[in-house]
């Protein structure tokens, strides 16, 4: 079955940067686009950034361009957030969710159970 | 930007049918998803494109999408039911994607 497996969470000092990685298994991984959702503690959800199947699109909320840059690796089965400058409104749990396409549709099918990321000094 | 509007809750008896809308301009002209979220988990996607239920999801949830508002709509409510409910949409003009701010659903 699908799984996505989300790593690289943590407690990190403001202004300084984080890996976020998503492994997946149990599927045709290059097959598929990916985005990042993250969720601040007791709030709503925010749309990230997705990433097509071979990383030929890349979207990033405006908000976010600049310090957030998604990217993938599909000889590991593998998705990252590459987050920079980063301060305590970042603090949240950032979802990989898989889409239901090779390019980027918004629908999407699985998500992974998240990563913390604590912004604190 | 595009805004989803979605009312902050919704409260409906055991076996009764609940409603949660959301509201965006011309979104009928777009393709709504819709996520439940139970405290301390990760979000579970309950219609896609308006009203398409994955599998495994009950035939009791439905979606519907037209002019300004979307709209989940459950049926014979169950305890079990009780959750946070997003509407999610893909702005292809824009590149971008944009939540709702959540629904919470509570069974009376």
């Known amino acids: 079955q699908v799984h996505l497996v989300e790593s690289g969470g943590g407690v990190v000092q403001p202004g300084r940067s984080l890996r976020l990685s998503c492994t997946g298994s149990?599927?045709?991984?290059?097959?598929?686009?990916f985005h990042w959702v993250r969720q601040a503690p007791g709030k709503g959800l925010q749309w990230v950034s997705a990433?097509?199947?071979?990383?030929?699109?890349?979207f990033t909320e405006d908000s976010l361009k600049g310090r957030f840059t998604i990217s993938r690796d599909n000889a590991n089965n593998s998705i990252y957030l590459h987050m920079s400058s980063l301060a305590p409104d970042d603090t949240a749990v950032y979802y990989c969710?898989?889409?239901?396409?090779?390019?980027?549709?918004?629908?999407?099918?699985?998500w992974g159970q998240g990563a913390l990321v604590t912004v604190s000094s | 930007s595009y805004v989803l509007t979605q009312p902050p809750s919704e409260s409906v008896a055991p076996g009764q049918t609940a409603r949660i809308t959301c509201g965006g301009n011309?979104?009928?002209?777009?393709?709504v998803n819709w996520f439940q979220q139970k405290p301390g988990q990760a979000p579970v996607v309950v219609i896609n494109?308006?009203?398409d239920r994955p599998s495994g999801i009950p035939e009791r949830f439905s979606g519907s999408n037209s002019g300004n508002t979307a709209t989940l709509t459950i049926s014979n409510i169950e305890a079990g039911d009780e959750a946070d409910y997003y509407c999610?949409?893909?702005?292809?003009?824009?590149?971008?994607?944009?939540f709702g701010g959540g629904t919470k659903l509570t069974v009376l």
């Open positions: 969710v898989r889409d239901l396409g090779r390019f980027v549709s918004g629908s999407s099918d699985y």
């Open positions: 999610q949409v893909w702005d292809s003009s824009s590149d971008r994607g944009f």
């Open positions: 011309n979104i009928g002209r777009k393709s």
């Open positions: 494109d308006d009203s």
């Open positions: 990433l097509s199947f071979n990383g030929g699109n890349r």
């Open positions: 149990g599927f045709n991984f290059e097959n598929f686009a």
